[in-house]
């Protein structure tokens, strides 16, 4: 029998194996759209990773493992706790020549509600931070006690700005409240992670597109908040910070490039005179194709008046690394960091650059070195050795770039310039081990040597640091 319809279906079956593989490539490539790719890439260079909006130590509620919160991809929570045991001999920041053993403890909590009443979305973060067994008076550093560093009400317009070329969403958001955030490469704002207590600011925070799309823009109004030991923080009195900072992504696998503007606006008040200063700036980084090499740099001057003097300062930084192909998964860097200092007290200029709210850490290890008046180069290794541990070793030295203006780090100064300008050098190691995806330990040690800027200041000894820390997070 040889009907068209036994044809068709031989014909058909003749057929089907083509059929199959046009059907795969059509799911696969449907797939593939559906798929958003991100424009964002993390920069390689030293500790500069941003922190995440959401903070790390939070999960999504329907990832904990609570039947109650399976459905809860809405809600965010966190909670951790941090010890660190510090051995500080010599500590070059105090006036005196003593061991100094301090227990440092810090807890934080996390709750943020979003999608779920879009537009409106709610955050709020409270951090505890204490300190014990200290022989000095105990100062915002360390102590920060029960205090609200996140409470914000957020509008968040999910794709108000259409998408990008990959197809994620820009957004428009703006908040007003207390915010806890990083940005740049974190040395000019950053929330002090090191540190046992965090930089906060009231005020507004606005943003055009999201981390994910090829371009972007961070906006800034706020008060920094002045950390208090115990009672509430509260704005610094009469200041104001602003910020505009772009974010280019197009070119992200060479280059991703950051422009920025930043202000600080300083009004006067009792013997505070009045202050501002304008500080453009340019950040770039990215990897030099599959060479192996890597690179971060920055640009910023700064322009504007303190009192009666012109201020006129500048800084920069270049990170230049490479990652070997071998066991362990090498990585050695070298970076050199600038940043100007007054050269001379009794003119008409302030060329002290101004550091803002960046972080001290990794300017030093002993966390002596703040973003002024300095001129460091520092070599770095870190390692890999296993998928939990973690290895870093540094030496680093360090200038005052103008002579006559101080050295934060150990509250010096020589005015008249008559003590050298060489602060020291310092080595510098650090393990992490991951011991579970909820504890984490870090043991570290640090060796300072004092330079002849140091030692004609009266600070002439050799300083040593260790520390253990412990992390815990609950989820």
Request: glycine letters at 8%; proline letters at 5%.
């Amino acid at each position: 029998m040889n009907s068209p319809f036994i044809h068709r279906l031989a014909h058909l079956k003749a057929m089907t194996p083509t059929i199959l593989v046009v059907a795969s490539f059509v799911v696969l490539a449907s797939a593939e759209e559906t798929k958003k790719e991100s424009y964002y890439r993390a920069p390689k260079s030293y500790s500069t990773t941003r922190d995440t909006d959401v903070p790390r130590y939070a999960r999504r509620a329907s990832e904990i493992g609570w039947d109650t919160l399976k459905n809860a991809d809405w809600l965010d929570l966190g909670l951790d706790y941090r010890f660190r045991y510090e051995h500080r001999d010599d500590d070059l920041r105090r006036n005196q020549a003593i061991l100094d053993e301090p227990l440092l403890h810090r807890t934080r909590a996390y709750l943020g509600i979003r999608d779920i009443l879009d537009p409106f979305r709610f955050a709020v973060e409270m951090q505890d931070s204490r300190r014990y067994n200290g022989n000095f008076p105990k100062d915002n550093r360390d102590v920060n006690e029960f205090q609200i560093i996140r409470l914000y009400a957020e509008l968040y317009f999910d794709d108000a700005l259409g998408t990008d070329a990959f197809g994620n969403k820009r957004p428009l958001s703006i908040r007003y409240g207390i915010h806890n955030f990083e940005f740049l490469d974190r040395r000019l704002i950053g929330n002090n992670q090191w540190r046992n207590t965090a930089n906060a600011f009231q005020g507004f925070q606005g943003a055009l597109g999201q981390e994910s799309n090829d371009c972007q823009l961070d906006l800034l109004a706020v008060q920094p908040l002045d950390r208090l030991l115990y009672g509430w923080d509260r704005p610094v009195k009469e200041q104001w910070f602003y910020a505009a900072i772009g974010h280019w992504r197009r070119w992200s696998d060479i280059i991703t490039l950051e422009p920025y503007y930043l202000a600080l606006n300083q009004s006067a008040y009792d013997e505070v005179e009045e202050r501002l200063v304008h500080s453009p700036g340019l950040r770039g980084y990215g990897t030099v194709g599959k060479t192996g090499f890597d690179y971060d740099f920055s640009l910023t001057y700064q322009f504007g008046y303190n009192g009666a003097r012109d201020v006129k300062a500048y800084a920069g930084t270049a990170e230049i690394g490479y990652s070997f192909k071998q066991p362990w998964s090498p990585r050695l860097s070298f970076f050199y960091g600038y940043a100007s200092g007054d050269r001379d007290p009794n003119d008409n200029e302030d060329n002290r650059f101004e550091r803002f709210f960046g972080f001290g850490r990794p300017w030093s290890a002993n966390d002596y070195i703040v973003y002024e008046n300095i001129s460091t180069p520092k070599l770095r290794l870190e390692l890999t050795p296993s998928k939990k541990v973690r290895m870093d070793l540094g030496y680093s030295y360090y200038w005052v770039a103008s002579d006559k203006d101080r050295f934060s780090g150990g509250g010096l100064r020589d005015p008249q310039g008559n003590s050298g300008s060489m602060i020291g050098h310092e080595f510098d190691g650090r393990i992490r081990w991951q011991v579970t995806p909820k504890v984490e330990a870090i043991l570290g040690y640090a060796h300072f040597t004092p330079g002849d800027f140091t030692r004609n200041q009266g600070r002439p000894d050799d300083t040593d640091f260790a520390y253990l820390e412990i992390s815990i997070k609950a989820f």
